[in-house]
Nanobody
Framework: QVQLVESGGGLVQPGGSLRLSCLAS????????MAWYRQAPGKERELVAV???????VYGYSVKGRFTISRGNAKNTVYLQMNSLQPEDTAVYYC?????????WGKGTLVTVSS
């Protein structure tokens, strides 16, 4: 059973930074693709960033230039460096990895941007 566990969320002031981490377990195989999504209250879940095993990245329009996705040296780890955070970035952030015909999700970590 694949498990994705996010960490690093919290309360931050506008203009601040946070780094989210996602660690996957339950498989000996490496994921071809890992991603971060977010869901704000009353809104649909949206893509934040995707990274492939080859290091190619895609970012959502609203975070481009402020957020950076990267993969760790340990297998199936992914990070999200978030800079210049704004109140509209407040959401639950989810780690995602499609693998073996299933779209695996973590339980999410809450990021709150507020003064």
């Amino acid at each position: 059973q694949v498990q994705l566990v996010e960490s690093g969320g919290g309360l931050v002031q506008p203009g601040g930074s946070l780094r989210l981490s996602c660690l996957a377990s339950g498989t000996i195989f490496s994921f071809d693709r890992m991603a971060w999504y977010r869901q704000a209250p009353g809104k649909e879940r949206e893509l934040v960033a995707v990274i492939t095993s080859g290091g190619n990245t895609v970012y959502g329009y609203s975070v481009k230039g402020r957020f950076t996705i990267s993969r760790g040296n340990a297998k199936n780890t992914v990070y999200l460096q978030m800079n210049s955070l704004q109140p509209e970035d407040t959401a639950v952030y989810y780690c995602n990895a499609p693998f073996a015909g299933t779209n695996w999700w973590g339980k999410g970590t809450l990021v709150t941007v507020s003064s």
